[in-house]
């Protein structure tokens, strides 16, 4: 059979309608090589959709997409869905400015039902697609959403499993066990699913189960009859007793192969016979298909631009900096001042690896903690270390705080409790697009009082913040840094104690001031020379702080120049160039401020660079900017001499 023949058959699900039970399998494993072909060249997410080929497949197969509601959590896997719905023609643009996007959207596809990037989201997003079927009379409208292990980690999940127990509406939750997050799957859920897929007593009767669903066809009208024989049988003697879901009114399933394609078939046809909410355990193997993606689950989670015969990871432009990113110097430094401080204790909700937590881990085991997907708890648990005089490090990607929003306000900062909160992926993130840029940080965590609100230029000031922010009674401090690389080759410079509130002059000038805050003021470095060989004499301030924001010098530059231009790599609307301008008007100055920064809209994905062009603060937008101030600042200068 020629390679992609069945697969360039389908540009909808209803082509692969088409195609006999038989045929799955073949179609599958052309799927599977043309995520590798097509993801090998144009770098994104890797093992998880690998893992879910067959699943992919056959809930195309057995429901009728898009009436039917397929909610992908997170998204990351949801490759082979995107392929399979309209979009292979389109998929060599996946992640791409102005391609499809790496996850599930709405505004893309009508298959994409929920829109997707942060975890735990599906299980309450389909029960209300579900009730809202029911109260619009859709009976015959399925719903199923699709959670990994990791995902169902996370409180979120939680809330929606316990809602949908006892809303009787026509929910199937699919739990897609691969025992892994991003890096291995942690918690006492994870040891559960383990024993429940191993368990032989377990197993006995799941097979009973089987047995018995496999006759429902031939019973028609009396199936809801055979089931609830079933549930006083068989559930009630263990099931009830020993299944977390059935113990939550879900009708429990499996564990089955996620790999046999033609037993899934099979499982989610007899599924969609039974009402209520059920409860599908799927055992898959992330990156499957591809063996060193199997061997090595975390590192190909999204290995970047790789060589699809040798499995080579090519190196990407970060690794070929000179300067170490930010996250390794955290990770580093981490350990450094945990070995000076005894009282220090890492936190990570499911990043070990991506923001270098693992680093801790490793050589403090006790002294670090991976908590799953869980940034409520992370922030509420390190509030809890450090009522009872711990010094935690919780370390959260910026638009994932988001999450633990309220928890930052009421556990930490009200009680005025010392917690450092390291925000990685500050700024604008790239490929991953709207849903992970961090974007809203600095203007959602300034509005909150009794905290710090900081963020480093280079390497030296993360490990001097990082270094301030442990000595005693700093009270909540939130140190926001981006993706990435920064400008330090030789960044393991002795600790200095920064003091709080405290901006730097970089360069004097005399006709325009620029404000930066954190490392997007390095572009800045590479226009100094340009700028001046206009004839403009420019002058650049790293704020570090946004809160307290440095007023002292804020009226030192008030005092000097007219015009002055803020740069963040955040929201405009509340976020730094706000502070100055509410500290402006307070102070009742009249210079002009012009504020450089993500606008009132959500940015899509692309490469960094694109994404600040598209924002205006791409380095050639920030020289035009300079350059149009300067020249109607004189014209206006020229005027007022005139007159
Ligand atoms: C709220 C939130 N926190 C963290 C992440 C980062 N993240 C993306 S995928 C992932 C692992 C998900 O594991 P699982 O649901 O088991 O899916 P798998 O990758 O194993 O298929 C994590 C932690 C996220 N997307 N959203």
Known sequence: MEQEELLNSIIYPSDLKKLALDELPQLSNELRQFIIDVVSANPGHFGASLGVVELTVALHYVFNTPYDRIVWDVGHQAYGHKI???????????????????????????????????SSTSISAAL?????????????????????????????????????????????????????SIDPNVGALNEYLLDITTSKTYNKVKDEVWNILGKLKKFGPNTQALIQKIENGVKSIILRQSNLFESLNFRYFGPVDGHDVKHLVNVLNDLKNIPGPKLLHCLTVKGKGFKLAELEQTKWHAPGLFDKLTGEIFKSKFDKKQAPNFQDVFGQTLVELAELNDKIIGITPAMPSGCSMNVMMEKMPNRAFDVGIAEQ????????????????????????????YDQVIHDVALQKLNVVFCLDRGGLVGADGATHHGVFDLAYMRCIPNIVVSSPKDEEDLRNLMYTAQLP??????????????????????????????????????????LSIGAIGNLMLKLYDKIEKEGISLAHYDMRFVK?????????????????????????VGGFGSAVIEFINEKNYHTKVNRLGVPDKFIEHGTQHELYRECGFDEDSIYQ?????????????????IV
Not at 378 to 399: E, K
Not at 484 to 510: C, D, H, L, S, V
Not at 548 to 553: A, H, Q, V, Y
Not at 627 to 636: N, T
Request: net charge positive.
């Open 625 to 641: 900017t300079v350059k149009s101030i300067i020249i109607s600042d004189r014209a206006k200068n020229i005027k007022s001499v």
């Open 128 to 180: 209300g697609m579900a009730i809202a079927a029911k109260l619009k009379g859709e009976t015959n409208r399925n719903i199923v959403a699709v959670i990994g292990d990791g995902s169902m980690t996370a409180g979120l999940a939680f809330e929606g499993l316990n809602n949908a127990g006892i809303e009787h509406s026509n929910l199937l939750v699919i739990l897609n066990d691969n025992h892994m």
């Open 548 to 572: 307290p924001i440095d007023e002292e010098l804020l009226h030192q530059i008030c005092n000097k120049f007219s015009s002055i231009i803020t740069i963040e790599d955040g929201t405009i």
């Open 84 to 118: 399979l719905t309209g979009r292979k023609e389109q998929f060599h643009t996946n992640r791409k400015f102005k391609g499809i996007s790496g996850f599930p959207n709405r505004f893309e596809s009508d298959y994409d039902s929920f829109g997707v990037g942060h």
């Open 377 to 404: 708890h992370a922030v509420t648990f390190s509030a809890g270390l450090a009522a009872d005089g711990m010094m935690p490090f919780c370390n959260i990607y910026s638009s994932f705080m988001q999450r633990a």
């Open 473 to 514: 009674n700093k009270g909540a401090f939130v140190i926001r840094y981006p993706r990435g690389a920064g400008i330090m080759p030789e960044w393991k410079t002795p600790f200095k104690e920064i003091q709080i509130g405290k901006g730097r002059i970089i360069k004097e000038g005399t006709d325009i001031a620029v």
